[in-house]
Nanobody, 116 residues
Framework: QVQLVESGGGLVQPGGSLTLSCAAS????????MSWYRQASGKERELVAA???????NYGDPMKGRSTISRDNAKATVYLQMSRLKPEDTAVYYC??????????WGEGTLVTVSS
């Protein structure tokens, strides 16, 4: 069982930056692929960024070039740095873990609101 706790969301002005964190429980963090998704009101959940256990990254179209995913295995934490935020980036951002056996876990999400 993996528990994921996101933090760092909040209100930010357009053009601003924000860094989200996702702290994971369990001893298998370093072997898990981690990713960030987001879901805006009335829309489907979409991939923002992903990072494999080996550190390979992949970005979804919505924030490509404006976001950076990273992980700290010693802290069992994955980060999402976001910059040049736009009002359309307003969403609940979710952390996801996928084990080497395919088990998937989600966090509860953290709300990011981009507004002046």
């Amino acid at each position: 069982q993996v528990q994921l706790v996101e933090s760092g969301g909040g209100l930010v002005q357009p053009g601003g930056s924000l860094t989200l964190s996702c702290a994971a429980s369990g001893s298998s963090f370093s072997r898990n692929a981690m990713s960030w998704y987001r879901q805006a009101s009335g829309k489907e959940r979409e991939l923002v960024a992903a990072i494999t256990s080996g550190g390979t990254t992949n970005y979804g179209d919505p924030m490509k070039g404006r976001s950076t995913i990273s992980r700290d295995n010693a802290k069992a934490t994955v980060y999402l740095q976001m910059s040049r935020l736009k009002p359309e980036d307003t969403a609940v951002y979710y952390c996801r873990s996928r084990s080497q056996w395919g088990a998937i876990y989600w966090g509860e999400g953290t709300l990011v609101t981009v507004s002046s």
